[in-house]
């Protein structure tokens, strides 16, 4: 199959399930989830597999175990790259993410000392300057109201010091232009764009290599 970007319908889906986020809605268009949203967007991780790696979409079922909110069903569609970088598909529109959103303590404590590092944090400024040309953001995720313990708080990358998480992120409102393969164009430029972030963060911070229940 190739991939032609998501019909008017899976936006409507979507539309209709932040409405009614309910097990009647979805089992009554289960077959539109199937159809509109969950094939192209099988079609489009097809089709980026031989560049970025395997892609996996996320179950559309949320985790409400610990969460206020008891709504069942995740109102947007989402799946990752085996080779980094992040696809959704919302009533919002597509987005597509890169980075290290959550980092464990030992990830945190490599990515710290880089950033402080004049060579590497040097090098991290640069790359951010460079992705944000390209109209990408650039944010951090639970970021410290000052620079972390052990850190001076007037250092030069204070503010890249404060984030537990940092990541490129691009959100596309709706337009004509989804419904087309031009959707994966810029699904694919915005992976090159971000490609140095990633590898900057491969290099210097990696994987966590502690046990999943210390994380």
Not at 107 to 118: G, K
Request: hydrophobic share 40%; proline share 6%.
């Amino acid at each position: 199959m190739v991939f032609r970007g998501w019909p008017a319908e899976a936006l409507e889906f979507y539309e209709g399930l932040a409405a009614d986020n309910s097990k009647t809605y979805w089992t009554a268009h289960k077959a539109i989830y199937d159809d509109k949203v969950c094939a192209p967007m099988t079609e489009l991780l097809a089709e980026l597999e031989p560049e970025f790696g395997t892609g996996k979409i996320f179950r559309p079922f949320r985790d409400v175990r610990f969460s206020a909110d008891k709504s069942p069903y995740k109102t947007a569609i989402g799946a990752v790259l085996e080779h980094r970088g992040y696809v959704q598909l919302s009533a919002d529109g597509l987005a597509a993410g890169n980075g290290m959103w959550m980092m464990a303590a030992d990830q945190l404590e490599r990515y710290r000392r880089a950033v402080a590092d004049d060579t590497s944090g040097g090098e991290l400024q640069k790359i951010i300057a460079e992705v944000e040309g390209h109209r990408i953001e650039v944010r951090g995720r639970e970021t410290l109201k000052t620079a972390p313990r052990g850190y001076p708080r007037d250092h030069p990358r204070a503010e890249l010091l404060r984030n537990k998480g940092l990541v490129a992120w691009k959100q596309w409102p709706v337009a004509s232009w989804l419904g087309t393969a031009a959707a994966k164009r810029r699904i694919v430029e915005f992976l090159h764009s971000t490609r140095p972030l990633g590898d900057w963060l491969d290099r210097h911070v990696g994987p966590s290599t502690m046990p999943a229940r210390e994380r």
